[in-house]
């Protein structure tokens, strides 16, 4: 983008003009329209789509995937692959083509079935369906930021693995993206930070077409990118065009692999729909092209009209680029036995870490951390956080990850290792600053390149900023740590603003995410246990500001299963008058309301429930051992209300906004007290003994 100009509200024009020459090879450009083709033809096959961004990204896509990067089709896993990313998603029917082309095992059936139900071209790229495909890029600035991760862990690995005789890592991550990336503010987040590592190793290929989805950029997206990158401290480069040739993109390309100092975007120019009679115009992005339309383009591109047709010389052409490529694999397997013969210990070490196999140490619970009762200080949860991480980043060399500039709060940081800067890349302990939806995105990325087992740290109300990024962790399958600290109104003084209410309950309504909620060392054990064990489940673990009391009868088993009897086991459920279940914080004053409801007469079980997502996994038999349903039970946590009902007939809990004051105070106020806790207790026996019924919570049709 160039200076401010008026914005200028027009329909879409019809190209009049001819198409210029081109002034490089003929055959460089036949592929490049028969990728446009390819894919042009899926939108219009599904009846839906995006052509228009990947018509005009079809000449940086093909100097790629045929001269520039390193990749093995038949050993897509490869450590040492150029790693791929399109940001902009909407445009997947480009990368598709390519994957297509360069034998990744999309079929032209595939092909064919884009955006279908079940099929392996869905309709933004997603990292679980498809071979190939590195993250899921549907949200706009989250593969740029991904890419960011990407970038980190190549620096961190090559600094802590290659040798002088063997560079196991050296590779690039290479980026497409377009404006709707870059003003999308968890890509700046991302990108500030990129510059100041001086990741040297990130290319991002900017498609500078200068459309949006409203229209021109002109009505909103005015601003200077190349100089706010340069701000960044990455290097900017510019081609003007690469519709007459790709010698400018090529040039541009290998001054930015040169460049192993910052991080560089090229904003290359493009015209959106390249080839339509409605190219250069918003009404290319998001709509097949009509029959007419995609005849005339098809002609003037000089390819077959029949759909999906790829030209023998332009398919040969990937195919043995895909050879070479596997070549290139095969020296680079072959260097790996020699590194492994003189480095046998290191080699040891990365077979494990990518093939996801968590030392015996971590398995059995051995390292973590074990709380005696008799002897051991009550502490806040998120100390017992800090005791984990600092039990386990010795014997798992790939935790790795950082906090949003909260570190003395969260209490994340790693004793056994430095920051990774840098000046350090071989350090495990990233400094995001305050950028919790970059940070979160960015640990995506390290999940995604595999070997490492990222965290991140923030408040627990801060989520709400990293939301976008934790969702993404859940949809593509990536086990990424979110230590959440502050976790209530507790938190105290900081008020309203920062106290969490119904994060609790959002975090737990998305599908394949853990959320603990540890009520002491023994929880919190199980909950760095249990997330370590799940590889393809993000794990968000919600700590305590303040000090909570030391719980007896806790243990790391019980724990495992999600919710467990801590008192009141001897009681048969049959003849048990109540139920208290609580989490986190509140358990304490749960089991002091037990007790003296206990001395009242009333027979009284206490449960700690500190996962609902692994006690929902356990099996019904279980579930009813520990929560009938048809004993009145009492919910208690200092978070929303909603969800607590599946699981209890009465609940306490906040259903407003905190405020500023201490934190005792606030637990007063709201009620989490061991008074209130006594009382709503009573009241729920005795309204259900005047009903004379109890509503079976587990009684359901499915």
């Known amino acids: 983008m160039g200076g401010s100009t008026s914005p200028t509200l027009s329909p879409p024009h019809k190209r009049t003009k001819p198409c210029e020459p081109y002034d490089g090879p003929a055959f460089e450009l036949k592929c490049v329209n028969n990728i446009r083709s390819l894919a042009a033809d899926m939108p219009s096959a599904a009846k839906s789509g995006h052509p228009g961004a990947p018509m005009g990204c079809a000449p940086m896509a093909h100097l790629l995937w045929s001269e520039v990067m390193n990749y093995s089709p038949s050993n897509p896993e490869w450590w040492n692959r150029d790693r791929f990313v399109l940001s902009n998603g909407h445009a997947c029917s480009l990368q598709y083509s390519m994957l297509h082309l360069a034998g990744y095992g999309l079929t032209t059936d595939d092909l064919k079935n884009f955006r279908q139900l079940g099929s ?28 960011v991760g990407f970038a980190v862990a190549e620096r961190h690995f090559a600094a802590t693995f290659n040798t002088e005789a063997h560079k196991i890592f050296d590779h690039h991550t290479y980026v497409i993206c377009g404006d709707g990336c870059l003003q999308e ?14 990741l040297g190793h990130l290319i991002v290929l ?9 229209g021109s950029t002109d009505l909103s997206f005015t601003e200077d990118v190349g100089k706010r990158y340069e701000a960044y401290g990455w290097q900017v480069l510019t081609v003007e065009t690469v519709e007459s040739d790709l010698k400018d993109l090529r040039a541009a390309v290998e001054a930015a692999k040169a460049n192993t100092e910052q991080p560089t975007i090229i904003k290359i120019k493009t ?27 098809k002609k003037g591109w000089g390819v077959s ?4 047709t790829v030209a023998d010389d332009v398919q040969k052409l990937y195919d043995d680029v895909s050879k070479a490529n596997d070549a290139k694999f095969a020296a680079w397997e072959e260097m790996f036995a020699a590194y492994k013969a003189a480095n046998a210990e290191k080699a040891g070490e990365l077979e494990r870490r990518f093939g996801r196999k968590l030392p015996d140490c971590i398995l059995s619970g051995e390292s973590l951390p074990k709380f005696d009762f008799a002897k051991d200080k009550p502490l806040a949860t998120r100390q017992y956080s800090r005791d984990c991480i600092g039990a386990i980043a010795p014997v798992l060399p790939e935790l790795m990850g950082g906090s949003a500039d909260l570190t003395p709060s969260n209490l994340t940081a790693i004793a056994c290792s430095g920051d990774f800067q840098k000046a350090t890349p071989d350090g495990r302990y990233l400094r995001f600053g305050v950028r919790e939806h970059g940070m979160a995105a960015i640990c995506n990325g390290l999940f995604a390149y595999g070997g490492i087992r990222p965290f991140c740290a923030t408040f627990l109300n801060f989520a709400g900023y990293a939301l976008g990024s934790i969702r993404v962790s859940a949809l593509s399958k990536f086990g990424v740590l979110y230590v959440m600290t502050h976790d209530s109104i507790g938190l105290g003084e900081d008020g309203p603003t920062h106290q969490p209410v119904e994060m609790i309950e959002s975090l737990r309504s998305m599908p394949n995410i853990n959320v603990y909620r540890p009520a002491d060392s023994n929880e919190m054990s199980m909950a760095y246990k249990s997330a370590l064990e799940t590889h393809e489940t993000p794990s968000v673990i ?28 001897d009681i048969e459920l049959a003849s048990a008058d109540l139920i208290i279940v609580g989490t986190g914080s509140e358990v304490g004053a749960c089991l002091e309301a037990a007790k003296k409801l206990g001395e009242s007469g009333l027979k009284v079980r206490m449960v700690s429930m500190p996962c609902q997502e692994l006690f929902l996994q356990q099996s019904t038999e279980y579930q009813k051992s520990v929560l009938p349903g048809n004993i009145p039970t009492l919910s ?32 007063k106020k709201y009620g989490f007290t061991t008074e209130n806790i006594t009382q709503k207790g009573q009241a729920l026996v005795d309204f259900y003994k005047n009903v004379g019924s109890v509503p079976d919570l587990m009684s359901r049709p499915f």
């Open 120 to 147: 392996l071209t869905p309709g933004h790229p997603e990292n679980f369906v498809t071979k190939g495909v590195e993250v899921s890029t549907g949200p706009l600035g989250q593969g740029i930021s991904n890419a």
């Open 185 to 198: 503010g968890v890509s700046s987040e991302a990108s500030s930070l990129a510059g100041h590592l001086g």
């Open 206 to 214: 900017y498609d500078d077409n200068n459309i949006t989805i409203d």
């Open 271 to 297: 015209t959106i729909g390249k080839g339509s009679i409605l190219e250069g115009s918003a009404a290319t992005h998001g709509a097949p092209l009509k029959p007419d339309d995609m005849a005339q383009a």
């Open 305 to 308: 009209e029949t759909p999906f």
């Open 542 to 569: 919600c700590c305590s500001r303040s000090g909570l009391p030391a719980l007896e009868n806790s243990s790391v088993e019980g724990a495992s299963k999600g919710a467990y009897t801590i008192l009141g086991s």
């Open 636 to 667: 208690v946590e200092a978070s929303a209300e909603h969800g607590w009902h599946r699981f209890s007939h009465g609940q306490i809990g906040v259903t407003r906004f905190g405020m500023s004051a201490p934190g005792k105070e606030l637990f």
